[in-house]
């Protein structure tokens, strides 16, 4: 059984990997980051068919929020129904 590949249309924004080299189980996180972060709606519907809608948000949710960037963070809430993003502690003095 061959291994699933990503559509071609994945391919801009994953530019700075070795796009015939991605494993979707060993790159899950790196897939579904950049395709919150640079892809479209049709990006977002194929990580959710995928690995499914749960694990888009496990995968998120366990993201630190800088991972992020600022501008999908509410349409990403919204579509995944995500209400705690992983912000970084801050510090406390002892």
Do not use: C, Q
């Amino acid at each position: 059984m061959s291994n699933p590949k990503l559509p071609p249309y994945f391919r801009p924004i994953l530019w700075s990997y070795n796009f015939d080299k991605v494993d979707l189980l060993r790159d899950k996180k790196t897939v579904i980051i950049n395709a919150i972060n640079y892809g479209d709606l049709r990006h977002w519907r194929w990580i959710a068919d995928f690995y499914g809608k749960s694990e888009v948000v496990e995968v998120l949710k366990n993201a630190p929020i800088t991972a992020i960037r600022s501008r999908v963070v509410n349409l990403a809430s919204l579509l995944f129904k995500i209400d705690n993003w992983n912000y970084a502690p801050r510090s406390v003095n002892k």
